[in-house]
């Protein structure tokens, strides 16, 4: 044993082992408890621990649950669509149209490294019926009435989000971006395509990866998201993260909140995996 | 949040911009589309401060007039001031551990080749990509069923699940640029391990070490969910705000409190990034 600590591997293996064994514990050992809980059944204050797939049952069957979570996907998709279609220019800009690239992607990443909760309650500020935004237009005599559809619905759920994630989606795609080989971008033009034409031909594909690195960062986490739908989302925009909090809390069945937790992590697993296929084919398509 | 940000890697003029530069005339419409973006980022941040500044209780245009006493009654709050003792005792405690974790393990991911290692750094960034809610609820259920209560102890545990990812790659990127050289030199001089740790390492990669405890510091500091799931009767800062944002009354307080989270984000994250450049500069 002293001696294997002596070598290459053994000493590279006991300094990695704290760090991996405690994510390693802290990933393994709640996710078998959670399991566990899946197949037993609340019943007042005791939990029934006689196995069963009660709780799968009724994640299949309750509308509510499929709502939310069809409704989960569906939000974290459009959150994820927005923000990389309003990231990318940026991303665009900053590799090839300026050359203080440093100074903007510190401009870029300040606002994150504040809190997302109090971000979130900004927004909430902002988009509410006397909120900034309206209060700030009918002083200026734009509109007469306050705009009604701006909080408390998915749009508003799908701008917060899109602002919280604005890095995780410029930060990879820059550097996709910054990675292609400017002498290809040459060729395409000596070759004789149009920008546009290089564009979708050649730099798109080419930051492909990034697009699909971006696209996961934000999308998993978005799911289950829980700050965002309760404070903006209004009883519209609830998502199956607020469901599964009140599993948990007020409605105190911890079996079937565990159900709901695994069910929308294989849910999140599925899509994201789908969606690395469908986008990986799709870039060597365009080509 | 924090996003390290990265170094631009190639100098050169892109081929792009300098045709755009012998046409004046064009309309830069991408910077102009930065500039909006760069409106719609800062905006939401920029008007927490500008509004606990008003001498009202509405959040909305005309302002009232300025004013400081909604700072001002903040000491006045005992609950919230414990909130804020919480916070600081989860903070320092995270960022201490996590940030050891990470050393040791950044450490043998730069330095040493070893089966699994691989898996290994992949493992150590998984809590990353966890949705938070069910590591929050996971974490709940494995605890009770431990027997520990929530509390200070089990907010900890979590934050350095969630700040481990963050010490990693800060450290790595402080060894990376590390010259083994200097270690072997030690070696020959007669310094022990212990020694050459302490008298050449820990001195280099020191700048990486700080840089490290601040960030995870402000990841534990600004983390919601899982406090909010694991911190029992003990809230957190973030939670004590969750708690005040139902009452329109305390409005104006939570903004003068938000406010002050802000500006100590950031300026502990600034902080942090100008370590971080210095431990990249010194190597």
């Known amino acids: 044993m002293a001696g294997f600590l002596r070598t290459e591997a053994g000493k590279g293996l006991a300094l990695s082992a704290p760090a991996s064994l405690y994510v390693g514990l802290l990933v393994a050992a709640p996710l078998g408890i959670l399991v566990a809980y899946s197949f037993w059944t609340q019943t007042y204050v005791e939990i029934d621990k006689t196995l069963t797939w009660a709780n799968y049952l009724e994640a299949a069957t309750d509308p509510l649950v499929r709502h939310l979570m069809l409704r989960s996907i569906l939000i974290a998709g459009a959150v994820t669509m927005a923000t990389v279609a309003l990231a990318y220019p940026i991303a665009y800009f900053i590799a090839f149209r300026t050359q ?3 100074l903007w992607l510190l401009l870029i990443t300040i606002p994150f490294w504040s809190s997302y909760l109090l971000r979130v309650f900004s927004w909430k500020l902002i988009l509410g019926f006397n909120g900034v935004m309206n209060s700030a237009l009918i002083s200026m005599g734009v509109i007469t009435e306050p705009l009604t559809f701006l909080l408390y619905n998915e749009f508003a759920v799908v701008l917060t989000l899109a602002h919280a994630w604005a890095p995780f989606a410029i930060l990879p795609i820059y550097v996709s971006l910054q990675k292609i080989d400017r002498s ?34 934000i999308f998993i986490p978005t799911v289950g998201d829980y700050v965002t739908p309760s404070l903006v989302g209004g009883s519209q925009g609830k998502m199956v993260a607020n469901l599964i909090q009140v599993q948990f809390g007020p409605a105190n069945n911890w079996p079937l909140g565990a159900t709901l937790s695994l069910v929308a992590m294989a849910s999140v697993g599925f899509v994201a995996i789908l969606f690395v296929i469908l986008a990986t084919a799709m870039g060597r398509r365009i080509r | ?112 080749r070893f089966k699994g290692r691989e898996l290994s750094e992949g493992l150590v960034m998984l809590p990353l990509v966890i949705p938070g809610i069910i590591v929050a609820s996971s ?11 929530p509390s200070l102890t089990t907010v900890i545990l979590g934050h350095v699940f969630v700040a481990l990812p963050f010490a990693v790659s800060i450290m790595k990127s402080a060894f990376d640029d590390f010259d083994q050289s200097l270690e072997e030199a030690a070696f020959d001089l007669g310094e022990s391990v212990i020694g050459t740790f302490r008298r050449v390492t820990l001195p280099i990669v020191a700048p990486g070490i700080v840089a490290s405890l601040l960030v995870t510091f402000t990841v534990s500091f600004d983390e919601f969910v899982l406090a909010f799931f694991l911190s029992g009767n003990q809230p957190t800062l973030p939670v004590y705000i969750w708690s005040q944002i139902r009452f329109p009354a305390k409005l104006p307080n939570t903004l003068a409190l938000g406010s002050l989270l802000l500006l100590a984000s950031v300026l502990l994250l600034l902080t942090a990034e100008y370590f971080r450049r210095r431990s990249a500069k010194s190597a």
């Open chain 1, 184 to 217: 290809l971008l040459e060729a395409a033009t000596d070759l004789g395509l149009t920008k546009l034409e290089r564009f979708i031909r050649v730099t798109l594909p080419l930051t492909v990866p990034g697009i699909i690195a971006a696209s996961l960062i």
């Open chain 2, 139 to 149: 974490m709940l259920v494995l605890f009770i069923s431990l027997g520990l209560k």
């Open chain 1, 100 to 102: 203080k690239k440093t």
């Open chain 2, 1 to 112: 949040m924090s996003t390290p940000v990265s170094e631009p890697l190639n100098k050169p003029l892109s081929a792009a911009a300098s045709k755009s530069r012998r046409r004046p005339l064009r309309f830069p419409w991408l910077l102009a589309y930065a500039i909006g973006y760069l409106i719609f980022l800062y905006l939401p941040v920029l008007l927490l401060p500008l509004f606990s500044f008003n001498d009202g209780t509405i959040v909305a245009f005309p302002m009232k007039g300025f004013t400081l006493k909604w700072y001002a009654q903040l000491g006045e709050q005992d609950t919230l001031l414990q909130a804020m003792v919480n916070s600081l005792i989860v903070g320092a405690v995270t960022a201490l551990v996590a940030t050891s974790l990470g050393l040791f393990a950044a450490r043998a991911f730069v330095r040493y």
